[in-house]
């Protein structure tokens, strides 16, 4: 299938300005504003990371976060205890991330639906705990890694993993025949498989290059952060945060996980920001993710599409104040 | 050897608590088929309210339990509908879109209990607290014998409402096949309303006596949503005979590694079991499951 699907010039021109800004963002704005901006970059990989596997073949894990905690250890192992330099230390982490993630989707990929969600949570729990125990890891008492203070090289290198991300994406899962594959699995794996389809070896090979990005991000992440602890980098949140932003954005699409990851992660920031440190957030992100699942299950994409159906806003604003009456 | 039988008889009595909340969780499963990852959620906010009451009170939470119980099955009652309307959504993945619905309900409710009440751990007191019971030689912290008495009594009258009343045996046949029920004129919106309740109340039940035996704190309920996955994946989604054996080998598993390997190991190796089962054993342990 031929990737050019007839580039608009509005298309370009937009493409090209969204690039410009981001390559002289760091030139342009405060190191406060740069430090969430790298932040974006980063959830807007791992969103798309986790959309691969949970967008386009639906299989919702809840334990992508011990992917990000994986590649965050080994990357953090290598540079302190072998003093491997960070972009061979990344890609160390980015190759063992996918090979662990090969050995554990073979068995777990064999579960589906629920059975899938709850196996893969267990899983990252269990990853949680063992990091917890091991003395190689640290343990509880963390993993120091050694400082590294500069905010622009930070801002394009998880600017670089976000496109190359989004790239993959778009390229192997948008425009090809491997897309449509994975997207078979997604609808019928039964009648996919009858097809002559290979569903394990497709399965496999998306959870493993899904996991792969994460353990890649989380090796990035680990030498920004310069402190991981199993609590920050294998806890829970990550993997929900993951899966809300994808939820919010609408779920199987390209640009859906980047607005989903956009939109909550500033919402984070600005809350942390105006109220400090609060437990609050999960309030916010768990109604959140009630609210969208009940009234946008496509997500925030679909809002035009459900405005347009509905005629305008007016009409609606209208409907609801006859109703009232 | 005490140690040993001490040990022993203590993952019992975890265990029968456990089992209070399996089964209301696999008939829930049966019948709706969403997976609820809010069941801790309901354990912290019923060992919460016991708590509340008793301070404002004095009430004994023991004597509460009814009240807590017939409470959240009302709101189990009333919170249903929304539940059925996320089950019922127009989407390719409903079931999946309903797990992270309820997935986002614990995190509301975790959020908001850590909001309220802060991370502090609290201590349920109750007339049993200092009391032990004698056995064989063996010391048991009677709440735990109370516990264990009045879950099984309360599992067996369970039991006996699913399998020999005539609301029971429509709830097991909606459970086993909700279109053909549908067609033999049970209503299943009815029943699923009705399970959810029963569900709701009986954890919520079990977490008082969890935050009498344990402790009160709003971070509680991730630990025994971990439990209650383990219980019902072991023991097959939907099954009841199952749900009590894997009740009972989560009490002993979590009770010996306790003492025999170390306290930090226990999740390490609760999690391992548990995935080994559901990726070679998915029907449970007594291949009874959905």
Known sequence: MPISKSFSPVKVIVLLLTMIVLFTLPFLVSSFILRIATGIMMWIGLALSWNMLGGYMGYISFGHGASFGVGAYIAGMLMTQLHLPFFIALIIAGILTYIFAALVGYPTLRLSGSYFAIGTWAFAEMMRQLVLVLSVTGGAEGLRLPPMLNDNFFYFVMLALALIVFLVAYLFFENSDFGLKVKAVREEETAARTLGLNTTWIKNQVFSISSMFAGIIGGAFAYWITFIHPDSVLGPLIADQMVIMVLLGGIGTLFGPILGAIVLYVGNQYMLVMWGQSSAYLIILGFSICLVILFLPEGLLSLPRIIKRKGSFSRLIQQKNQVSK | ?290
């Open chain 2, 1 to 290: 050897m005490g140690l040993f039988t001490q040990t022993f008889i203590n993952g019992i009595l975890i265990g029968g608590i456990f089992i209070t909340i399996a089964v209301g969780f696999s008939i829930a499963y049966g019948v709706m088929h969403i997976v609820d990852f809010a069941v801790g959620e309901w354990i912290m906010l019923g060992a919460f309210t016991a708590f509340w009451l008793n301070v404002y009170t004095k009430i004994d939470p023991l004597l509460l339990i009814p009240f807590i119980a017939l409470f959240f099955a009302l709101i189990g009652y009333l919170f249903q509908p929304v539940i059925q309307k996320v089950v019922n959504i127009k989407h390719r993945s409903a079931a999946m879109m309903a797990l992270a619905f309820t997935f986002g309900l614990s995190t509301l409710l975790r959020g908001s209990a850590l909001t309220l009440w802060g991370f502090n751990n609290r201590n349920l007191v109750t007339m049993l607290s200092e009391k032990n019971i004698n056995l064989f030689g063996i010391t048991l912290p009677a709440i735990r014998g109370v516990a264990t008495l009045f879950s099984i009594i309360v599992t067996a009258a369970f039991a006996y409402f699913l399998y020999r009343t005539k609301t029971g045996i429509t709830i097991r046949a909606a459970a086993e096949n909700k279109t053909v029920a549908g067609l033999m004129g049970i209503d299943g919106h009815r029943i699923s309303r009705l399970v959810y309740s029963i569900y709701v109340g009986l954890t919520a039940m079990s977490g008082v006596f969890i935050g009498c035996i344990f402790s009160v704190f709003p971070d509680m309920g991730l630990r025994y949503t971990a439990f209650a996955f383990f219980v019902v994946v072991a023991g097959g989604m939907g099954s009841f005979s199952g749900a009590i054996v894997a009740g009972l080998m989560l009490g002993l598993i979590s009770s010996f590694v306790s003492v025999y390997v170390g306290g930090a190991y226990v999740f390490l190796i609760l999690f391992f079991i548990l995935y080994l089962i559901l990726v070679f054993l998915p029907k449970g342990v007594l291949g009874k499951g959905w």
